[in-house]
Structure formats: C-alpha cells, structure tokens
C-alpha cells in the first residue's frame, strides 16, 4: 500500500530495543515536527479551505502523538531528552524542488509529507510486529494506522491542488529518491535512522 521499494530490517528492532528512550525522545520530537509541518502548510496555503480545515486535524493529531510518546517515556521513568536532528528528513529536504509556483511549493510539500509518513508508518510496523514489549507493540500498531491515514490525506491532497506536476510522475521520482537513500538508514536508534 505504501509503496516503498525497501522494507526495513526487522532486525532493526534489535538497535531500538537496546536504547528505548533514545527511540522514544526521537519519536516524541518526530510526532512534533510533523504538527509543525503542517503549521506550515496551514500558514502557505490559507486561502485553501479544506487543505487548512484537514492539517489543522492532522496538526492536533500529531501534537497528540506527542503527548502520548511523551506519557510512556514518563511512565517508563525515563526523561523526554532534547531535539534530534533528523538526517533522513534532511535529504528529503534537499531533494523537494525549490524553483517553480507557489502551488509546485505546496505540491512539493505535501510530496514530502507524504513520504515521511510512509515511511514513519512502516517503521511503526516493524517495531508492532517485532518489539518485545507488547505495551509498545500495540502503541506502534495504533500510530502505524494513525500515519498511514496521513500519507494518504498528504497524497490525495497533493493530486487535488496540483495545477502544472504530474503527481503521480513525480511521486515516483520521490519513491525512487527514498529508496537511494534509505539504505544508509535503519542502523540507530530512531524513527528514521
């Protein structure tokens, strides 16, 4: 359903589960940026009805996320450490298209939001079907559906406002980008790594 050309190692789940409040504090910040993105869109995009009506949820939803991340990293007797930055988002980034209209900007956002959480809701796959924990399996499993309801809003919008880009030629192309670069990750720690 999602697309991606490379699945994640389930052994990835291995490097989560030796260090759980680095995944977790990674995750909480994660959970933060995306309500933050969609702020984003909101700001860029105002005279969009139904785009700010639909990322005004999504940002309340994420900043939900946020809270329960932050809740079971309390529960646990952890701490909620400081902002990671997120090298995987930072070559997402550098390959969203900078030239074009304000709306190619918006379409390249919603692109980027999109493979974000494609990728962040496989993550939370692998880490239901595979963590030990089964408090976190099902915590994963919840948000791993919660994501993917994401993707596709971020898509669907993508496709709706689109003036000039073929979205879905283009999505390929941040399909193919991803599965260049997603190799270098699945190694740490975090929701991307």
Not at 72 to 77: H, Q, S
Not at 79 to 100: A, P, Q, S, T
Not at 106 to 113: G, S, V
């Amino acid at each position: 359903m999602l697309g991606l050309q490379l699945a994640t190692d389930p052994r990835w789940v291995n490097i989560v589960e030796a260090n759980i409040e680095e995944i977790l504090t990674d995750h909480a910040w994660c959970e933060q940026k995306a309500a933050s993105n969609a702020i984003y869109i909101i700001v860029n995009n105002s005279d969009k009805v139904e785009l700010v009506t639909e990322m005004l949820r999504i940002a309340r939803e994420e900043l939900e996320h946020f809270e329960q991340v932050h809740e079971v990293i309390k529960k646990r007797g952890l701490v909620l450490g400081r902002e990671r930055k997120d090298d995987y988002v930072g070559e997402l980034v550098k390959f969203m298209k900078k030239d074009g209209s304000r709306n190619d900007a918006l379409i390249e956002r919603l692109l980027f939001a999109a493979m974000i959480e494609a990728r962040s809701c496989e993550r939370f796959k692998v880490l239901s079907t595979n963590i030990s924990d089964p408090e976190l399996a099902q915590f994963y499993r919840e948000l791993m559906i919660s994501e993917a309801g994401h993707y596709t809003t971020f898509l669907k919008f993508a496709r709706q406002y689109s003036e000039s880009i073929d979205v879905d030629k283009r999505w390929k192309e941040w399909i193919a980008f991803e599965a260049s670069i997603i190799t270098k990750y699945g190694n740490k720690e975090t929701v991307h790594g």
